[in-house]
């Protein structure tokens, strides 16, 4: 099986945030909602100092294992390769996503993060194997730079550009996850809705269920 094809069963994709996590343990979150039914983890803090954050993503990488999930690593390729993660995760202000894929070679995943079908099309040359695409939505954050929603329409725009796997992401819930679905995404990134719920573990449920409900239609 390709990474795209690996990508193209992955319909819930959580990414860690620790100040949306409310105090609680990343492990102890990420535990919570692959219980849910996360198909994919991505380990992003920008905060952590190098030792902190690769002893965090050592554990959740073990985590991931144990539940036969994917483990990706935002933004540190180094890390990424020390750990032997499924693969790595690059926004437009980090690392460029060729040079991304000349260290993470050909079998590890390559996700790029993009707003337009401009960024989509170069993420595809550099030889990204998902985008994550958005924000879809307007949705809880703690980025100062946060981008403002591209809509559905902006998500359709960037699936029609060619046959690269899209992960949808920014403001989506199970009310409105069905138009994300609509508009080509293979599935969706997941962080406030589930870092930030009072219960993790009930949330990855019911955004999963939503997830599979039109594609049993």
């Known amino acids: 099986m390709t990474p795209r094809d690996r990508i193209r069963h992955w319909q819930l994709y959580v990414i860690t945030d620790r100040r949306l996590s409310r105090g609680r343990a990343q492990q102890n979150v990420?535990?919570?909602?692959i219980a849910g039914g996360a198909d994919a983890v991505q380990f992003r803090d920008k905060e952590a100092s190098g030792r902190e954050f690769f002893l965090e993503a050592q554990a959740l990488r073990d985590l991931c294992r144990e539940a036969g999930i994917a483990f990706i690593v935002n933004d540190r390729i180094d890390?990424?390769?020390?750990?032997?993660?499924?693969?790595?995760?690059?926004?437009?202000e980090d690392m460029p996503a060729r040079a991304a894929r000349e260290l993470l070679g050909p079998e590890r995943i390559l996700g790029v993060s993009v707003a337009t079908p401009e960024e989509a099309i170069r993420a595809a040359a550099d030889g990204a194997d998902y985008l994550g695409a958005g924000p879809?939505?307007?949705?809880?954050?703690?980025?100062?730079?946060?981008?403002?929603?591209?809509?559905?329409?902006?998500?359709?725009?960037?699936?029609?550009?060619?046959?690269?796997p899209v992960i949808a992401i920014g403001g989506i819930t199970a009310d409105n996850v069905s138009e994300v679905l609509a508009a080509g995404a293979v599935g969706v990134a997941a962080i406030s809705a589930l870092v930030f719920a009072d219960d993790v573990?009930?949330?990855?449920?019911?955004?999963?269920?939503?997830?599979?409900?039109?594609?049993?239609?």
Do not use: M, W, Y
Not at 79 to 92: C, K, P, R, Y
Not at 137 to 164: H, M, N, Q, Y
Not at 209 to 215: H, S, T, V
């Open 30 to 33: 990420i535990r919570a909602a």
């Open 79 to 92: 890390v990424a390769l020390a750990l032997g993660a499924d693969g790595a995760h690059v926004g437009q």
């Open 136 to 164: 879809v939505f307007e949705a809880r954050t703690t980025k100062p730079d946060a981008l403002s929603p591209i809509g559905a329409a902006g998500l359709r725009a960037i699936c029609a550009v060619g046959d690269v």
């Open 201 to 217: 573990e009930a949330a990855a449920r019911r955004l999963k269920q939503a997830l599979q409900r039109p594609r049993e239609d």
